[in-house]
């Protein structure tokens, strides 16, 4: 099993920004790629940004680019996000999942990120992230 603990969350105005930490512990040796998710009240959980456990490989929602960027501290079995440029809509509950190897998998053969929430196999208890107008 994979546990992650987010923090980082927080009331922030326009324009500011806010670090989002996720330790993972437990079989890291088993994950292939770890992600940010985010979801606002009424709507779907959607990818944010993702990255391969390597941390050679990024991906991220078009709605973040050249805002926010996904790291990977590899000596802290730690994920960042790191949220610049911060708007209103940015506003939600963020969660940290992990995405375990699976041989069976074509996306992982190929090295690709997957986006789908449904893939994810271990996910984060979620931190607040407010922005305010």
């Known amino acids: 099993q994979v546990q992650l603990v987010e923090s980082g969350g927080g009331l922030v105005q326009a324009g500011g920004s806010l670090r989002l930490s996720c330790a993972a512990s437990?079989?890291?040796?088993?994950?292939?790629?770890m992600a940010w998710f985010r979801q606002a009240p009424g709507k779907e959980r959607r990818i944010v940004a993702a990255?391969?456990?390597?941390?050679?490989?990024?991906d991220y929602a078009d709605s973040v680019k050249g805002r926010f960027t996904i790291t990977r501290d590899n000596a802290k079995n730690t994920v960042y996000l790191q949220m610049n440029s911060l708007k209103p809509e940015d506003t939600a509950v963020y969660y940290c999942a992990a995405d375990l190897r699976d041989r069976y998998s074509t996306a992982q053969a190929m090295g690709v990120l997957i986006r789908a929430h449904e893939e994810y196999d271990y996910w984060g208890q979620g931190t607040q992230v407010t922005v305010s107008s």
């Open positions: 990255i391969s456990w390597s941390g050679d490989t990024t």
């Open positions: 437990g079989r890291t040796d088993t994950v292939y790629a």
